[in-house]
């Protein structure tokens, strides 16, 4: 029997009724109804759509209760990353920070917005016409995990967006995390069935929110605080960050109720202290404190550097120390050749967790702390950061303590290490040879801006290594279909496609034959101003230091680090079978520096879609010319070049007086040039 219209009408009520109730609850901490009629009113819905199942909504309240389980979680790539923050440790860096600021804007006053920063997991949610359709993790910055099932089940996170003025698409970026008395809550019925339990809430929080069955995850006392917004599309977004902040909460998304404007440094610096107080009177775990340039404008004039924005820093709490005894140092070689010492430790409890390693960073670490094995040490925690070595025991020391040497050889393949002069860092000079660094070699010799071998994606690259069948680029030209077809998830078919793409990378160009080597500082623009400046390989892998600073692009760094590569038979030998298999490129002919490099010091910016090329090859093919490439528009960028459906970065550029070439003149100045 279908439901009445009665009843499709008192369902809606409810559900509309018991989100106000929601929002009341978890943004606005101001309930107007007792917990038992809250839980009146989730029955009879309940009650309702057991009778009537047609009455159920994706976003109705009673469907926080979890889905089926997963197999596994999908990937999301977030449309613009989720960056992380820089940290200032003392009062001397937040110092700093206000005066680069204030430095870059020309102000000698900075408004900031300020929050506690949440010890939790980083997500995202995107909201389409209102509705929750997605959420995903932070990941690596750039793609996530796919966990919308599991965050659909936090009470605190609205399914749909409420009020006016609803964008169509608004990505909330914000903290799950578990509230302390959650979290003592959920240990307590752990231990007595005798389970295993949390160490923190950080850690009970991830776990709970990775979990492949939405109903364990909707069984954990999780709760999120949103401090910020993704893409948004269909409205303009308010002018300040504070504003920002309560635009997104009278659509019922919950923001910190310990939030605050603030001008300047002494405010700043006033509000930390304040935070640091009352830090253990907070319902949930903070470690420190964060700041905010508020103007969007001043945001996007001030940009980022690497992979963080320049307008806000993490002001951190000190981190929880101990003390242990350093029982040896190892070098450890990574992905990208640098060396890099661990102390191995006397097993000691710290921050939640027994700690036997730590990190040392550089020579220039070790050398500052003055650290010999057999010292006693102070070692400090916080949150997930890798812990680290704070300072030495001076005396404490005992008599036989030994000193700590650079290896003079890479200790997985005993290559020569360099450490260039001014640099921390020392490196593994065997970059096609060094089994520590033999995937990402590989993975970037395949990749499409070097040799373009298609199909030769970043796990086939790991089993291949892992099962032994390649150990340097070399040897994927001596691959058969035979060998790749046994391989797991990949058949006749595949194995045959992949054997054909690496016929065709065979033929290739100087420029990115050398930018594959993966010399270290060696990228596509350096790589193109080498290969016309010498005109041949062998004439690059002779060159001394001085000759390659003849090359405008090379300064003294880059001039050692080619050296230093092609100074190791190994890479030599590599080489040498590449050349021997088949890789070609044609003759090159020498140009001066200034026809190879037309467009130097020239900065241009993409937008909309163009109908001839990608973004990635339109950005390719400027770098080539000698231009740089930026994501944002400012008073110093020579042009902007716009496709089908531009964003606001045209506009800006009328605004500011900024050249607009559509792809017509772009492919004419590419023609030009090329």
Known sequence: MPASDKNKKRAAELRELIQYHNTRYYVYDSPEISDAEYDRLLREL????????????????????????????????????????????????????????????????????????????????????????????????????????????????????????????????????????????????????GEKTFVNPRNAAAGSLRQLDPKITASRPLDMISYGIGVVEGVAIPTSYHEILEWIQAFGVRISPERDVLEGLDGCLEYFAGMAARRNSLPYEIDGVVFKVDSIADQEKLGFVSRAPRWAIAHKFPAQEEITRLIDVEFQVGRTGALTPVARLEPVFVGGVTVSNATLHNMDEIERLDLRIGDTVSIRRAGDVIPQVVSVIANKRPKNAKKIHLPQKCPVCKSDVIRSEGEAVARCSGGLFCEAQRKQAIIHFASRRAMDIEGLGNKLVEQLVDEGMVEDPSQLYRLEVEQLANLERMGRKSAENLIQALEKSKDTTLEKFIYALGIREVGEATALALSRHFGSLDAIMNASEETLLEVPDVGPIVAHHIVGFFDQKHNREIIERLQKYGVHWPSVSRTSHVDAMPLQKQTYVLTGTLASMTRDEAKERLQSLGAKVSGSVSARTHAVIVGDDPGSKAEKARALGVGILDEKAFLALLKKHE
């Not at 389980?69 to 960056?83: D, K, N, S, Y």
């Not at 820089?86 to 804007?105: G, H, P």
């Not at 020309?106 to 389409?128: I, N």
């Not at 903290?175 to 307590?188: H, T, Y």
């Open 46 to 193: 309940q009650a309702l759509e057991t009778q009537f199942p047609e009455l159920v909504t994706p976003e109705s309240p009673t469907q926080r209760v979890g889905a089926q389980p997963l197999e596994a979680f999908g990937e999301v790539r977030h449309a613009i990353p989720m960056l992380s923050l820089d940290n200032a440790l003392d009062e001397q860096e937040m110092r700093d920070f206000d005066r680069r600021v204030r430095e870059k804007l020309g102000k000698d006053v900075v408004t900031y917005a300020a929050e506690p920063k949440l010890d939790g997991l980083a997500v995202s949610l995107r909201y389409e016409h209102g509705k929750l359709v997605r959420a995903a993790t932070r990941g690596d910055g750039a793609v996530g995990e796919d966990i919308t099932q599991n965050v659909r089940t936090i009470p605190s996170v609205p399914l749909q967006l409420q009020g006016k003025g609803i964008p169509d698409v608004l990505e909330i970026r914000g903290e799950v995390f578990m509230p302390l008395k959650g979290f003592e809550a959920l240990n307590a019925r752990a231990a007595e069935r």
